[in-house]
């Protein structure tokens, strides 16, 4: 299982970025799909999660700014980022936690991360 993850860039403090991660290989079921950031010389931290039944959990430091959410397929999610500012720089990171099809059709348990965008914001 393999996510591939885009969207980043440099943008102006107060602007707008959306970043995707589309997720490969024989998939089972996913729980869950969580966006990560690290920012320079800090821990890497949470910043939303959606899980299977739809429901979404955001940090203190995004919530009403940033929105996450899956693609139709569910094999794509997305994080629409507003209004962003300097603290919101950082590598951001995908992660999807569930089940993968086996070479014998045995579900087995995966935990597979993107290999991170950057997101920079100006001032």
């Known amino acids: 299982v393999q996510l591939q993850a885009c969207g980043g860039g440099l943008v102006q403090a107060g602007g707008s970025l959306r970043l995707s991660c589309t997720v490969s290989?024989?998939?089972?079921?996913?729980?869950?799909m969580s966006w990560y950031r690290q920012a320079p010389e800090k821990e890497r931290e949470l910043v939303a999660m959606?899980?299977?039944?739809?429901?979404?959990k955001y940090s203190d430091a995004v919530k009403g700014r940033f929105i996450i959410s899956r693609g139709v397929t569910d094999n794509t999610m997305f994080l629409q980022m507003n209004s962003l500012g300097t603290e919101d720089t950082g590598v951001y990171y995908c992660?999807?936690?569930?089940?993968?099809?086996?070479?014998?059709?045995?579900?087995?348990?995966?935990?597979?991360w993107g290999q991170g965008t950057l997101v920079t914001v100006s001032s």
């Open positions: 992660n999807f936690y569930g089940l993968a099809r086996s070479w014998n059709n045995v579900p087995l348990p995966f935990d597979s």
């Open positions: 959606i899980v299977d039944n739809g429901s979404t």
């Open positions: 290989g024989s998939i089972w079921s996913i729980n869950t």
